[in-house]
Every structure is written in C-alpha cells, then in structure tokens.
C-alpha cells in the first residue's frame, strides 16, 4: 500500500493510496459538516444537505440522471452524515474512475437543491426518523450519545429535529454549503487500482475557488452533562440497553490501551460480556462492548437486548464485569488475545477500498496527518498490562456510569443501584 499526497492552491486536499492486487477503486469526498457544526435552530441541516446533493446539479440534472450515471457501470454510490463529517463516495472497477468523479464533482460542486426536490425529501426524511424510532437497536445509541454528552451538538442526533425537517429552505442549504463545503474543508481520497498521475484528474475536476469554512466545528463542553439515566418508554419485545462510560479521544495516547480494554470486555465472541452474561447465564442474544471516538472524546459502552423479565440481572451482569475489570484488572492472555484480535482485523480492514479510503481521508480531514495501518499496528502492540489496567481503574468509577434503557417501565430504583 503506497500513499500519495497532494494539496492544491484552493487548499483541496487530495490523496491516491495504492492498493495492489485489486481491480476496484473506491473515491470518496469527506466533509467537515454535521451535528458539531450546527446550532439548536439548524439541527439535522447536515444530513439533509447530504440527502439533497442527489437531487440533479450541472450535468446531472435529476435524482434519476444521478442514479443512472453509477448504474450504468454497476458501481455502488451512497453517503453518510456523522457528527464531524459528512461523506459521498462511488465504488467502481478501475476503468470507471473519471465516471466516479465526474459524478461527484457535479453532485458536490454543482448541486442546485431544486426547490420541488426539497419539498419531496421532507418526506422522505421524516420516514427516516420514524424508522429509528421503530428500531431500538439504532434509538439506543443516539440516547446513550445524548445522555452522555448532554444537549449541545455533539449530544445531537445527527438526523435532527422535525421542526428542521419541514422548515429548512433552499436558501439555508446554499448558505451551509458555501459555509462548509468548501476547499480547505474536504478531503478527496481515491484508494484501490489507483497511481500517483490519477490526482492529476482529481485536480482538473475540482478547480474549484479556494476559501476557509465560515463555521467550526463546536468542541465538546463536559459541563452539559449532569444526568445518570435515561429511560424510553417503548412497548418493545425485548428491553435494549447501552450502559457504559465517556471514553477516550481518538488522538490520545490512551487510545490504543481503550481499544484492547473493549476487546477483552465485549469486543468479539470469546470476550467476557459475551462468556458470562450470554453464555454462562443466557441473558440475552446480543451483547457487546463498543468503543466510539470523537476527536476530543469517546464513549466505551456495552449494549444488549434482554428479555423484559432480565433487565435487572442483565445489567447487574455487565456491572459486574465492569467492576471486575476495574478492580482485578486483565490477564496476560487476555492482553496478547486482543492484541492479536485487533491486528487481525486491522489486516482484513485493508482488503477493503472503501475501508481504507474512509480511514485515510478521516485521519487527513481531521487531525491533519495520516497514519499507516502498520503504525496503529505497532501501536496496538506496545500497549502495556499496566496502561490498560491504569486505564479501567480511572474510567470504570461509580460515578462515571451512564445508563440508556428503551422498552416497557422498569423499576428504576432498582436500576439505579446497579448504575450508581
């Protein structure tokens, strides 16, 4: 694998990452927009933006023209909104690349947001949201995120509000665009069949004029957080819970010692969460331990879906194993298992454009650098005993649990023993 770099006058930058043996080539654009650069009146504006760059610009003058352009060479084509970036990418084989481009370039630099197109999408979003009020499993995190992290944007739900859904206009979306989508705010990654000379058609693609974003991102304020729990009253069929703990930055030193501490509690089958509260007492059918980064923060949450008559045991359960970690620590076959797990699925990870796109493009966009994957390897296998134990010592206090249920009413003082 073999990166090549280019940063052009606008302040675009543009990456090429060789991959050999591959005939696919993913190009992808990442964003610095979503949740983070919003405001309570403009909640959501982010992710409906993404949804509107689909609906016709220059060339491409209509969702279907969009949509045939990527059918006709059978590539796969869609885009995401996180709370710091939004991203768009085409998959394709290696002799679609200037088609995939072409697409993009049109979609991101030429994008019209027809006001009929608008009015449609409304809909179409609302649905959306209703989607991920009908399943838990995605509901949950949301909850859990803004539990944590409290009501400001990194707390917010990157969907955003219904008041937002019906009432942004086309001006609105020209002014956010020109706000963000900008040069010096974008990263364009092409990873796969690809060589140094192909930045040169990134480049004539996107000549575009040079400028700075005129909205930062909102850095995460800890004081907006004051609350233990929170409860969704759902008529469900199972009760699903993230219960867990504010983690580390993805740029912290401690990152890599979070990443195996997660591993070892819930992070694949052989893990403790699923051993003992699965296996050993057949609580649930789903359990596992997440850990979520942001830029200057992150979450380590376990979540499950339980019978309605195990909540109580399932989350005695998991804090249990949370208390065991903190207070006997892990074991020496515990350390070299994730350690080889987690380099394991970094290997897998570069079979993947797509994956390895998105990685190199995030770790530009965002923290101005690139890291190898045999650097964050190397990483993972430096960590030391002492520096994961250190770690669940400090996070894994009483007072640092956080708990987001969604189902029927629970007994909450009988939660809240378990949580406190």
């Known amino acids: 694998m073999k990166l090549h770099q280019k940063t052009l006058s606008n302040g675009l930058r543009l990456q090429a990452i060789e991959m050999p043996g591959t005939n696919v080539i993913t190009t992808m654009i990442l964003v610095g927009a979503g949740s983070r650069y919003e405001t309570k009146s403009i909640t959501g504006i982010s992710h409906f933006l993404e949804h509107m760059f689909f609906k016709g610009a220059k060339k491409y003058t209509s969702p279907k023209a969009v949509s045939e352009a990527v059918d ?3 590539g796969e084509f869609n885009a995401f909104t ?59 995190s949301w909850d859990f995120e803004r539990l944590v992290f409290g ?56 000549t575009v004029p040079g400028k700075s974003p005129s909205i930062k991102p909102k850095h995460y304020d800890p004081s907006y957080s004051t609350e233990k729990l929170k409860l969704r ?88 194993e949370y208390d065991d970690i903190r207070d006997n620590g892990v074991t020496d076959a515990e350390m070299e298992k994730a350690k080889n797990y987690l380099v394991g699925k970094t290997d897998l990870s570069t079979e ?41 010592t400090t996070i894994f206090k009483p007072e640092n649990f956080r708990f987001a249920g969604i189902g029927p009413d629970i007994d909450e003082e009988a939660l809240n023993k378990f949580i406190s």
């Open 72 to 74: 006709s060479f059978g």
């Open 82 to 140: 996180g709370k710091e970036y939004a991203g768009y990418y085409v998959k394709s084989g290696k002799a679609n690349l200037e088609k995939s481009i072409d697409v993009l370039s049109d979609m991101l630099v030429h994008s019209t947001f027809p006001a009929k197109e608008i009015e449609k999408e409304r809909g179409v979003i609302l649905e959306e949201m209703a989607m991920y009020l009908d399943a838990p499993m995605y509901q949950i």
């Open 151 to 206: 009501d400001q944007p990194l707390g917010w739900d990157q969907i955003g509000s219904a008041e937002l859904i019906k009432s942004v206009t086309q001006q609105q979306f020209i002014d956010y665009k020109n706000a963000l989508y900008v040069p010096e705010n974008m990263v364009i990654t092409i990873a796969g069949a690809v060589s140094e000379k192909d930045l040169d058609l990134l480049e004539q693609y996107f």
């Open 233 to 320: 009253n759902k008529k469900t069929e199972q009760y699903h819970i993230s219960f867990g703990v504010q983690g580390i930055a993805e740029n912290d030193k401690q990152f890599p010692a979070a990443k195996i501490l997660g591993t070892i509690l819930g992070g694949n089958m052989s893990s403790r969460m699923f051993q003992n509260v699965r296996e050993e007492k057949g609580l649930c059918y789903s359990v596992r331990t997440q850990v979520d980064e942001y830029s200057d923060t992150g979450l380590i949450t376990t979540r499950a879906g339980v019978n309605l008559n195990d909540v109580l045991k399932a989350v005695e359960a998991i804090r249990y």
């Open 352 to 392: 993947d454009t797509e994956d390895v796109a998105h990685e190199y493009a995030k770790n530009e966009l965002l923290y101005n650098s690139v890291e190898s994957y045999e650097a964050w390897k190397q990483k993972i296998t430096k960590v030391d005993i002492t520096e994961v134990n250190q770690l669940a």
